[in-house]
């Protein structure tokens, strides 16, 4: 299915898109284990992180701890691979984020938690890592928590972290493996890089840019909010969900809507040009992650959903899963494919593309009463 992309407001149609066989499952694992981040490189090489459940267990919590897992893709299946570990006494338990630029350029963020002290804040440290080919070295540690992480090139690395005690932000460059802190926006929870002087951002609600010296607020175009079902709850706001830079003078934003508590169906795809915006509004689709392909496009994940007021009961909303698909970017049109059905029952996790090829591979958890579990979808094209 084919959506036009213009240089103005376009309206998608809600209609659900047809099916096609591009996703496939590539991999799946038992139901105790759990994937936060995707990274590809080329067709041979591609990863796959995040934990599994141990039998240790863990009395300051009731709960077992867990361990990092860690799969590559070398172009046939999906291998286990060295995993990174944390500082002296502190086992690495997760990988929660992965970059990598090439197959001897693999960054990893992740958590590490000791088994002493009983105060399992103080136990708790953030681990920052790195793959050169032949073995991990741990770039960074300390208490924060590393909420984004990108990477350029062979020699650049950038981290956003948070202390959970201060909500203090930081953002480090890392150059040839060494960090360097830079200054943070309030509230800066994720950027996408162009250059080390062309970084944009998302920072407590509002669109930021880094010119290699200073941030700056980037004034969005006004949007038009849809309408909600029930308007006693309050108005509906635009809300930043993503940034993704992909060309020279391409950056696309994805901003969804919010009401209260409740988001309300919908987004508008903003593309920006280096000289104005213009926007596409999927008006039932909500975009929630945003992936470059290496080559001036992009996918996303994008699912569409309904919402009905329901004043009656408890919850003031209920939401209804029409589709789960993907929209792909390339060569000026926007393509919709459907991921897997809406009764699997899948929450996403990550979208990575695979430069140099037509493909994908899209993360996430399958909860239905048949399937549950992580699952891997990788699309051929």
């Not at 929660?96 to 958590?111: C, F, Q, Y």
């Not at 960090?179 to 002087?197: C, F, I, N």
């Not at 493909?359 to 549950?372: D, K, M």
């Amino acid at each position: 299915m084919t959506l036009a992309v213009g240089l103005g407001a376009a309206a998608i149609p809600a209609a659900s898109a047809e099916p096609v066989t591009g996703w496939q499952v590539s991999f799946q694992s038992a139901y105790d284990t759990h994937l936060n981040d995707l990274a590809a490189t080329d067709s041979g090489n591609a990863w796959a992180a995040g934990r599994y459940t141990t039998d240790e267990f863990d009395p300051r919590n009731g709960s077992y701890f867990t361990a990092p897992l860690l799969r590559r893709w070398n172009g046939t299946e999906w291998i286990q691979a060295a995993v990174p570990r944390g500082p002296r006494g502190f086992p690495l338990r997760e990988i929660t984020l992965i970059e990598a630029s090439a197959p001897g350029d693999v960054w990893t963020a992740g958590v590490a938690i000791a088994p002493e002290p009983s105060d399992i804040t103080e136990a708790t440290r953030s681990v920052v890592s790195r793959w050169d080919g032949r073995r991990w070295r741990i770039a960074a540690s300390d208490a924060g928590t590393v909420l984004d992480l990108d990477v350029l090139g062979g020699r650049h690395a950038w981290t956003v972290s948070v202390d959970e005690q201060t909500r203090q932000v930081s953002f480090r460059h890392f150059l040839d493996g060494r960090p360097r802190t830079l200054p943070a926006p309030d509230g800066l929870r994720e950027v996408s890089v162009r250059a080390p002087d062309d970084i944009w951002g998302v920072a407590g609600g509002r669109l930021v840019h880094w010119d290699g010296r200073a941030w700056e607020t980037v004034a969005l175009p006004e949007i038009e909010v849809p309408a909600a079902p029930d308007p006693n709850y309050g108005e509906v706001t635009p809300r930043i969900d993503e940034v993704l830079t992909v060309g020279p003078q391409d950056v696309w934003v994805a901003v969804g809507f919010q009401q209260g508590d409740w988001s309300q169906p919908g987004t508008a795809l903003l593309r920006w040009n280096g000289a104005g915006w213009a926007e596409t509004r999927l008006p039932a689709l909500n975009v929630r992650l945003l992936a470059g392909d290496g080559a001036g496009g992009f996918w996303a994940a994008a699912n569409e959903e309904t919402i009905t007021a329901t004043p009656e009961a408890g919850d003031p909303y209920s939401y209804t899963t029409v589709s789960i698909g993907t929209l792909r970017y390339q060569g000026g049109e926007l393509t919709r494919q459907e991921l897997t059905s809406p009764r699997t029952g899948f929450h996403w996790a990550a979208l990575a593309a695979i430069p140099g090829t037509g493909s994908a591979l899209a993360a996430g958890y399958r909860y239905s009463s048949v399937e549950q579990g992580p699952v891997v979808y990788r699309y051929g094209s």
